[in-house]
């Protein structure tokens, strides 16, 4: 695997609004998106063990199917993952599509993987011993129905001093409200930004590396309407086979993929 070379930018923002809110207020800077973001292009070395847990076929075929739209060496790369580190993911799933690269991955690194489904019931490490949390496409879930505040409120504390939240979720257009994009599995990137530096976390970089224009979010049943899920009938309503087709040819969602870090106390 050649050398990997990612878009990333740094960005900030200068005040935190109302949780409910996605729009931000006036004296917050506007959110730059996609074309009008300003790119930097630091450089990555490779890590052969990150390499070897993408490409194992221990890995379940299905998941290692999804890599060319879910760019895990790329992304993981971008959230700065070390050989070493102890990774606390966030609500896993049955499926385990990260914990499936990131467990073996600490194992073979001396590293620890810990995964933890109800944050606010404990973290599985000792307060600020965590060197990231990866919370992958859970928010639209945690905005409805009030987890965001105390679960991102967990994170901070269980992560050390410089340690690194990673983000990835589906993502709403600008300007719409949370509460309305939400059930359909997206929320606004500046939402969740501004959620996170409610809490603490300072944003340190956004990447585009799991952006996909050809999504246009109003789909039929959500984002579930898109690959993986590829849900084609709910409360009578089935797709037609072309439907299907133009859906699929879509691919996944939109995603932000975000890197924020708890910051060092001040001297």
């Known amino acids: 695997m050649r050398n990997i070379v990612l878009s990333v930018v740094a960005a900030s923002l200068l005040a935190a609004p109302v949780m409910a809110q996605s ?6 800077a506007p959110l730059l998106h996609r074309q009008g973001l300003s790119m930097e292009m630091p450089s990555f070395s490779e890590d052969a063990a990150l390499q070897a847990a993408v490409v194992a076929t221990t890995r379940p075929e299905a998941d290692r199917a999804r890599d060319g739209e879910r760019h ?9 993952l070390q050989p070493g580190l102890t ?7 049955r499926a385990g599509w990260w914990r499936n690269i990131l467990e073996p991955y600490a194992a073979a690194t001396g590293g620890r993987y810990v995964p933890i489904n109800r944050p606010t ?5 000792a307060d600020g011993t965590a060197d990231m949390v990866v919370v992958a496409r859970a928010f639209h879930n945690w905005s409805r129905d009030g987890r965001a505040e105390p679960y991102l409120a967990a994170f901070f504390t269980a992560l050390k001093p410089g340690g690194v939240l990673a983000v990835e979720q589906h993502r709403a257009a600008e300007g719409l409200n949370v ?21 603490g976390f300072e944003l340190e970089a956004r990447s585009e590396l799991n952006a996909n224009p050809k999504d246009g979010r109003d789909h039929p049943f959500g984002v579930w309407t898109l690959k993986p899920t590829r849900t084609s009938e709910r409360d009578g309503r089935a797709l037609t086979a072309e439907e299907r087709t133009a859906l699929d040819a879509i691919g996944e969602s939109d995603r932000m993929t975000l890197r924020f870090r708890k910051p060092h106390a001040a001297d």
């Open 23 to 28: 729009t931000p207020p006036p004296d917050v």
């Open 72 to 80: 895990p060496f790329e992304t993981l790369t971008f959230w700065g």
């Open 87 to 93: 990774v606390v993911e966030i609500e896993p799933g």
């Open 121 to 125: 019931e404990g973290m599985g490490v």
């Open 179 to 199: 509460a309305e994009t939400a059930p359909n599995g997206y929320v606004p990137e500046s939402w969740v930004i501004h959620a996170a530096r409610r809490a």
